[in-house]
């Protein structure tokens, strides 16, 4: 059975694996997780950036807001390598 619950983060969605009379066992992932996934995109245009989008872009790292970069391996001081965000290769981010 799968429910929605509220996280800090927003909706959770939680599966119960087992439930007696003393616990229950939850799974937390998404119903996604460890599932291969494959997207089919057509890049329909590339722009360069405007002038507001350049200091946000900039001031996130990759992507990850500051809370969430000690969590997913981005910013300073991360284990990711010289590549920052979780990127031992230097090539992207590595949060999720």
Request: proline fraction near 7%.
């Amino acid at each position: 059975m799968q429910f929605h619950a509220r996280g800090p983060r927003g909706p959770v969605a939680l599966t119960v694996l087992s439930a007696d009379q003393e616990q229950v066992n939850v799974d937390l992932n998404h119903p996604l997780a460890g599932k291969n996934l494959t997207f089919d995109v057509t890049v329909r245009e590339v722009r360069e950036p405007l002038a507001h989008e350049i200091p946000a872009a900039a001031a996130s790292g990759c992507g990850c807001g500051p809370q969430e970069q000690s969590a997913c391996g981005c910013g300073p001081g991360s284990s990711g390598g010289s590549g920052g965000c979780g990127s031992s290769s230097g090539g992207g981010c590595g949060c999720g």
